[in-house]
């Protein structure tokens, strides 16, 4: 009896000891939840879903405050891979927060730009090279198309411009299915 | 060692298709004669899109730069004639897409007048010196898959190079450039081997032609006769006998792993007609202007020509005499080809062959059935891959499915579509699933940087906040430490408001002392503008 006792005292000591030094050794930092949606969202950081930036709209969603249907740029692709990662139920794009476009990067009139530096500030990904009474210009590689630089400029100098195809990006089309046609009744 | 002793391995898979070469190969190659107008496209080879040198208007001579090469992963364009730049502009690429490139337009004047050229010193150059000319002579992989060949003339690292394989199998339907090539101009061939093998320190260079190629086989082999590190080999004529892996397997049985490559074990490949461009670059200073292009299909005498980059593949295949009822053309053969998207695309260094496509020789596709999962397409492909599963996850848009079955590993040979009972388009889904895979990762890459940038900036926005509250607390700090020890010892009941007023004061004085420099800054700024 007493054996038994000991074996099982024993043994919970130890079990509980490795558990203790396994959650403090492998801590997990931050909320692997987070990351993942994170990784899904497109990262324009243009904060059309009502929160400053993707992570914390991702932030949002992982807490259950916000729902997964509010990144026009992600579209209905990211909007399925949320629902998938997260288990939950596939929704239309909420329209409220805008419509999907086509990738563009914005571009500065030069000739119009009076170099305030407003449209810098509101850069969220530093995609603007400028100074103060210097002409400001859009480094497009970096630009992800958020249209947050277009609202601040007194001089409307900024336009977007949708991102075309080039050699290099093109993509093969999916190969359509050739439909046979089957002798059906018509209606009437 | 006798070539007729070399012990052959042989690969996988395979498909036999009509070679349809008979044709092509009754008359010798002719130089093609200057077309009304050339349209160069700066984009013609892997890597890097080559910087224009040239402004409309400019005179240029042939061989002259016209694209410089960005970087050292791209290669350098030159002027296929003498004459002058009319546009620089984006024109319609030899591509499937029908998109438009940057390209220079040049108007012959009919001289067709070389830059002076002189031989390269090829032996007292440093490697890394020829290697960048080689570069900026804009010779590329002339088998199809315009690789910079200065990148693949490095030695490896670990392993020292053993064979030298030069491709003249050639395995594709319809194509007879390097057969012809070879037939003609094999002394040529052999000096760029030799380059080639020198600037590799390869052991032995061995040639890979199929054995439905008697006429070049002979031709090769009595040029290199005198040549003991030199073989002309026979293989077994069998598509894609012409694939870089398959032909390194048939010629030294080393079967390159996925993702490796075979300069790991001590094999290098190239085509006899990058071989050709070498010897023009080297011995006669003559950067990669032009090659040889079949012209077959529904044409009057098919036949080969030495083109000019930049000719319109319309007026190519005009002088073989285009016959009507032609619905468009084909670049490369009828397995690996591409349909282009007008008739007056140029022809660019990946153009071996242009057939003149009819709906006779071409039927539509007949209608793609459900796949059957019979198999027919593993045991055809020349790669050891499964090709259903391939299509099946490519179809379903299960991309990472698609990569575990190794996708990129596919040549996109085509014989899994030959041989499908099914019709099925296979290589359509695999091209599809490929660029969908890249566009992706191109995306992500974007996302990832944004990310990165998003961040960075937060952090250098709190940064500041941080400084400037620090900087406002240490000075505000100092006036009230100041203003204390002038104040000494007064009561200290009205402590707080003498520090306030001595606060004041301080302001005042900052102010006091700022107003002459301000005053003064104009007065300089007009006498700068009076002088």
């Known amino acids: ?188 | 060692m006798n070539a007729a002793l070399r012990k052959l391995f042989s690969f996988n898979g395979g498909v036999k298709p009509q070679t349809h070469k008979a044709e092509s190969t009754r008359t010798p190659i002719v130089p093609l004669p200057l077309p009304p107008v050339f349209v160069v496209p700066l984009h013609q080879s892997v890597g890097g899109t080559p910087i224009p040198l040239v402004k409309p208007g400019q005179k240029v001579l042939k061989g002259e730069r016209i694209g410089a090469a960005d970087g050292n992963y791209s290669a350098a364009i030159h002027a296929p004639t003498s004459g002058t730049v009319v546009a620089v502009e984006p024109r319609t690429m030899a591509h499937t897409s029908g998109l438009s490139m940057l390209s220079v337009v040049i108007e012959p004047d009919g001289d067709d007048q070389w830059l002076a050229t002189e031989k390269f010193p090829f032996q007292s150059a440093a490697p890394d010196e020829v290697r960048d000319y080689l570069r900026d002579a804009g010779i590329v992989g002339l088998g199809g898959a315009v690789f910079p060949s200065h990148m693949k003339l490095k030695p490896g690292k670990a392993t020292p190079m053993k064979t030298l394989v030069i491709n003249g199998a050639e395995c594709e339907p319809f194509i007879t450039c390097d057969d012809m090539l070879m037939r003609e101009r094999p002394a040529e061939i052999l000096r760029g081997i030799c380059i080639m093998r020198e600037l590799l320190q390869a052991e032995e260079a061995v040639v890979g032609i199929e054995d439905n190629k008697p006429e070049a086989i002979a031709s090769m082999q009595t040029a290199a006769a005198t040549m003991p590190y030199v073989q002309v080999v026979a293989v077994p004529t069998r598509y894609p006998a012409g694939g870089a892996k398959q032909l390194i397997r048939v010629l030294t049985g080393i079967e390159v792993p996925h993702g490796q490559r075979s300069t790991d074990y001590g094999v290098q490949c190239f085509n006899v007609g990058t071989a050709y461009a070498i010897h023009e670059a080297i011995e006669l200073g003559r950067p990669l202007i032009s090659r040889i292009v079949t012209v077959a299909g529904h044409v009057d005498t098919p036949r080969n020509y030495e083109v000019r980059f930049g000719t319109p593949m319309d007026f190519l295949v005009q002088q073989a005499g285009l016959k009507t009822g032609c619905d468009g053309f084909v670049m490369g053969g009828p397995m690996m080809g591409f349909r282009m998207p007008a008739f007056d695309v140029p022809v660019v260094k990946a153009t071996n062959c242009v057939i003149a496509a009819t709906p006779a020789l071409f039927p539509p596709p007949p209608p793609e059935m459900p796949c059957i999962r019979c198999g027919e397409c593993a045991r055809a492909c020349p790669t050891d891959l499964q090709p259903f599963e391939m299509y099946w996850h490519s179809r379903a848009k299960n991309f990472g499915k698609a990569q575990e079955y190794s996708l990129f590993d596919c040549i996109e040979c085509g014989c899994c579509a030959y041989v499908c009972p099914s019709n099925i388009p296979l290589v359509d889904y695999y091209r599809f699933a490929k660029t969908e895979i890249w566009a992706r990762e191109r995306q992500m890459e974007a996302a990832d940087s944004a990310r990165q940038r998003f961040e960075a900036r937060n952090e250098r926005i709190e940064r500041e906040k941080r400084e400037k509250a620090e900087k406002l607390a240490a000075r505000a700090a100092a006036t009230r430490a100041t203003a204390q020890a002038d104040a000494g010892s007064a009561p200290s009941a009205d402590g707080a408001d003498d520090a306030k007023k001595a606060l004041i004061a301080a302001a005042i004085e900052r102010a006091k002392a700022q107003k002459p420099a301000t005053a003064e800054a104009p007065a300089v700024a007009d006498a700068s503008t009076q002088d």
């Open chain 1, 1 to 188: 009896m007493l054996t038994a006792l000991l074996v099982m005292l024993g043994l919970a000591i130890l079990i509980g000891a490795s558990l203790g030094y396994a959650s403090l050794k492998f801590k997990v930092e931050g909320d692997p939840l987070v990351e993942k949606i994170d990784a899904i969202l497109p990262q324009t950081q243009c904060g059309q879903c009502g929160f400053p930036g993707c992570k914390p709209y991702a932030t949002a969603i992982a807490n259950g405050e916000a729902d997964i249907n509010c990144c026009p740029p992600g579209g209905d692709d990211g909007i399925h891979k949320l629902a998938d990662l997260l288990g939950r139920e596939y929704k239309p794009l909420n329209a409220e927060k805008g419509v999907e476009k086509p990738k563009a990067v914005a571009f500065i009139d030069e000739a119009t730009c009076i170099g305030c530096t407003l449209c810098l500030q509101a850069c969220p990904v530093d995609a603007i090279a400028g100074a103060a009474k210097q002409m400001h210009t859009i480094i497009a590689p970096l630009c992800t198309g958020c249209e947050l630089c277009i609202a601040p400029c007194p001089v409307d100098c900024i336009t977007m411009e949708t991102v075309q195809e080039t050699v290099d990006t093109w993509k093969w089309r999916f190969p359509t299915f050739q439909i046979k046609p089957v002798n059906t009744r018509t209606a009437a």
